[in-house]
């Protein structure tokens, strides 16, 4: 394949902007002024004439569930819905359209469609009569289900909460059709085994669906089995070894909160029988759960409760966990929501060797002694910064039992940017949208994408605490060389450098036009190791 030579456009490198840049035989082989680039190369060569459009690296998701997404994508699928009706009606066409389906299975469901986030089985009763259905909602921290999944589970009114989990019940007791946590496990089960072929198919559509956004490469956050979802990591490996697998993954393998130090073999095992376009170099540990449903694990009570929420791991067992997966080469992603997890997360690491790349995602709630600590560590912030709005659900089922005090403390990227912290995005897809754009915009602006199904709310373009805003530059960083450090992948992408990969992104677009809608923003061509692999 002959040399490119993309000039034209605007050439955003990670470290400044450039007149034109080459590559060849999937390398970056030259950056800079039209003149150097062109002497720097052999003839013959083809331009890629930008046409006013921006380059930039290809973009990396830090946090993401992509076979789950994919898998949500071809079931009953809620996530593009918004209401109650919407939801059964969509239950109900999905069960006449597949009776032969044993379960009834998908998600995505939103926690303010409903009065305090909460949904009820006669729903889905209604929707799909005397079949089992199980829906995890969005953050896949709570599910929704029928009343013949629970009696296939075995739930009733004398069933007790398991450990680290909730069963929401009636008044008088008998569940109602929600679990929260590890009480989903109480059911899953009993879910229908997918098969490897299925997983394959799905995380081949998730490549294709992440490529036409113009991410080339992710770090799946959580590696192994999760609230129904099966083990992946076979999926990963098979992909990789067939070379199907054309996007670079890091897998977090997942830690057993269930389990102990006992596991550490078994996560060095596979991360020897990773390879390729597939490493497995983290793990994840999941140290609470989410404001919503109270998981969320709080320094102090929720406003009227008398209760501070759930640290999944005692932290004194969390320090010597971490001080062991640091010694072994390790880095750790953790999950905290609560000002609480992420103080604990912190502790851990500065109780271990500290040696590796750890970081921790989600930080709903911070506290402010803990910002400066974040650059202290070297602990990179994981951000999902959509979340970062007011919106319906924050505003209506966190932020009335935080209190001022913690409201305050929502997502400061900002602080944690001018303290001298590193960031990295994520979208936590099936969460949320991967998309990154309408992610950048939120980084940027604190509001709303205009065309958002949250954009209705009438708080919706009140910036979000405005102080913690980032610069394009800085949300563009996050998503590329901060997201390919906590991969273990900065050696080859994240900026356009000689020697670096060719992953590149043309956009529609110059998004440091001032004015530009970033929330629209596309991909027009994506390259990986100087290959097409989209095209709008």
């Not at 930080?363 to 990179?380: K, Q």
């Amino acid at each position: 394949m002959s040399a490119m030579v993309f000039t034209g456009g605007p050439i955003w490198t990670g470290a400044g902007g450039c007149e034109a840049l080459a590559i060849e035989r999937g390398r970056i082989v030259a950056a800079g002024d039209r003149t150097e680039v062109l002497a720097a190369l052999a003839k013959p060569y083809d331009f890629v004439d930008l046409k006013g459009r921006a380059l930039i690296p290809g973009l990396h998701d830090a946090h993401v569930h992509p076979v789950q997404g994919a898998l949500e994508r071809l079931r009953c699928d809620l996530s593009h819905l918004n209401d109650r009706a919407a939801y059964r009606a969509a239950v109900a066409a999905y069960a006449a359209a597949n009776p032969d389906r044993t379960w009834i299975t998908g998600g995505g469901w939103s926690m303010s469609a409903f009065p305090g986030g909460l949904p009820h089985r006669t729903d889905l009763d209604t929707a799909a009569p005397g079949r089992p259905v199980f829906l995890p909602n969005r953050d896949h921290h709570s599910a929704w289900v029928s009343t013949a999944a629970l009696a296939a589970a075995g739930i009733d009114a004398r069933t007790p909460d398991p450990r680290n989990g909730r069963i929401e019940r009636d008044t008088d007791g008998v569940p109602s059709g929600v679990l929260h946590e590890a009480a989903m496990d109480l059911i899953t089960p009993l879910l229908p085994e997918d098969t490897a072929a299925d997983y394959d198919r799905a995380l081949l559509e998730a490549q294709r669906y992440l490529f036409s956004l113009g991410i080339t490469g992710w770090q799946d956050a959580i590696v192994g089995s999760y609230a129904g979802s099966r083990d992946q990591y076979d999926t990963y490996r098979r992909a990789a070894a067939s070379g199907r697998l054309r996007a670079r993954v890091a897998g977090a393998l997942w830690w057993d909160r269930a389990q102990g130090l006992e596991q550490l073999e078994f996560m060095t095992e596979r991360r020897s029988g990773a390879g390729g376009r597939f490493r497995t170099p983290i793990v994840k540990i999941m140290q609470d759960g989410v404001a919503e449903n109270f998981t969320a694990s709080m320094l102090e009570p929720y406003v009227g409760k008398d209760f501070c929420g759930t640290s999944n791991v005692d932290p004194e067992q969390l320090r010597t966990y971490v001080a062991a997966l640091d010694a072994a080469g390790f880095s750790v992603h953790f999950h905290a929501i609560g000002d609480r997890a992420v103080r604990e997360c912190l502790d851990a690491v500065e109780a271990s060797g500290n040696t590796q790349r750890h970081h921790i995602a989600h930080l709903h709630v911070v506290h402010p002694a803990d910002v400066p600590r974040f650059a202290a560590l070297g602990v990179t912030a994981n951000i999902q910064s959509l979340w970062a709005t007011h919106h319906e659900q924050n505003d209506t089922l966190c932020v009335p039992f935080f209190g001022p005090e913690r409201v305050a403390h929502q997502y400061p990227f900002g602080d944690i940017v001018r303290a001298g912290g590193r960031l990295a995005a994520g979208s936590d897809w099936p969460v949320s949208t991967p998309d990154p754009w309408p992610a950048i915009h939120v980084a940027v602006n604190r509001t709303e994408p205009p065309d958002s199904a949250e954009s209705t709310w009438p708080a919706s373009q009140t910036p979000m605490l405005p102080e913690q805003a980032l610069t394009l530059e800085q949300a563009l960083t996050a998503y590329t060389a901060g997201s390919a450090y906590v991969s273990h992948l900065d050696r080859e992408v994240g900026t356009l450098q000689p020697g670096r990969a060719a992953d590149l992104v043309v956009l529609d677009r110059d998004p440091f036009t001032p004015g530009a809608e970033l929330h629209a923003v596309r991909a027009d061509l994506v390259f990986v190791d100087g290959e097409p692999v989209h095209e709008r």
